[in-house]
Nanobody, 124 residues
Framework: QVQLVESGGGLVQAGGSLRLSCAASGRTFSRYAMSWFRQAPGKEREFVAA????????IYADSVKGRFTISRDNAENTVYLQMTSLKPEDTAVYYC?????????????????WGQGTQVTVFS
């Protein structure tokens, strides 16, 4: 069982930056691939970024490539999402997720555990 708690969301002007954090409970964090998803009002939850167990492999959605960076600290049981050059269309609830395979973490069905989400609002 893994419990995930996100933090770092907030209100930011377009062009600004935010860093999201996701703290995981338990001693098995390094056994899980991690990812971030987001869900805007009235839309389906969508993949944002994923990172492998060791952090050596990362995957990004085309919409955030070059602007967002996912990273992890296995010693601290934490995964991060650094978001730069934010746009109003990045506004959503951002969810941290854990699963067993990095590639599978690009879809909702590949996720084993979800966090509760943190709101990110970008205004122009």
């Amino acid at each position: 069982q893994v419990q995930l708690v996100e933090s770092g969301g907030g209100l930011v002007q377009a062009g600004g930056s935010l860093r999201l954090s996701c703290a995981a409970s338990g001693r098995t964090f390094s056994r899980y691939a991690m990812s971030w998803f987001r869900q805007a009002p009235g839309k389906e939850r969508e993949f944002v970024a994923a990172i492998s167990l060791s952090g050596s492999k990362t995957i990004y959605a085309d919409s955030v490539k070059g602007r967002f960076t996912i990273s992890r600290d296995n010693a601290e049981n934490t995964v991060y999402l650094q978001m730069t050059s934010l746009k109003p269309e990045d506004t959503a609830v951002y969810y941290c997720a854990a699963g067993l395979a990095t590639e599978a973490m690009r879809v909702v069905s590949g996720v084993n555990y979800w966090g509760q989400g943190t709101q990110v609002t970008v205004f122009s």
